[in-house]
């Protein structure tokens, strides 16, 4: 998984061990096997979609990625036509990761993208 990642008071954070693993600097998350994510080894209480959503983000290494490809992701199904579904759920997403929510770029009439340089600096 990476270097270990040590909390403030310098102890080492033991993450689970999951086959889907991603871990971006103090971000960890099992999207499917273990349906969790984590900030600095504290678990943070997210819907499944949410965690999808993430996941997708982190998987497009900093490009791009579209309202409707979140979606999809995320509930498996098409984005309804004028929906801002999306965007209601990204905005919530960024309340619960907390500081790192900040990471989460929206590219107007484009979509959103994770600032995944930013992400691993903030570990």
């Known amino acids: 998984m990476g270097d270990p990642l040590r ?3 310098g102890e ?12 971006y600097g103090p971000l ?15 678990p943070i209480p997210m819907t499944v979609s949410k965690i999808q959503m993430i996941a997708r983000l982190l998987a497009a290494e ?11 992701a995320a509930h498996g199904e098409a984005l309804p036509k004028r929906s801002r579904a999306v965007d209601v759920e990204v905005c919530r ?5 907390g500081d790192l929510g900040r990471l989460i770029i ?4 484009r979509g959103y ?11």
Do not use: K, N
């Open 7 to 9: 909390a403030d008071g």
């Open 12 to 23: 080492v954070i033991d993450f689970p061990d999951a086959p889907d693993t991603v871990r």
């Open 28 to 42: 960890w998350l099992s999207p499917g096997h273990l349906c969790e994510i984590r900030v600095r080894g504290e």
């Open 62 to 72: 900093g490009a791009v990625v579209s309202r409707e490809d979140l979606y999809l």
């Open 93 to 97: 997403v960024r309340q619960m990761l």
């Open 106 to 109: 929206t590219v107007r009439d």
């Open 113 to 123: 993208r994770m600032d995944v340089f930013g992400l691993r600096r903030s570990g």
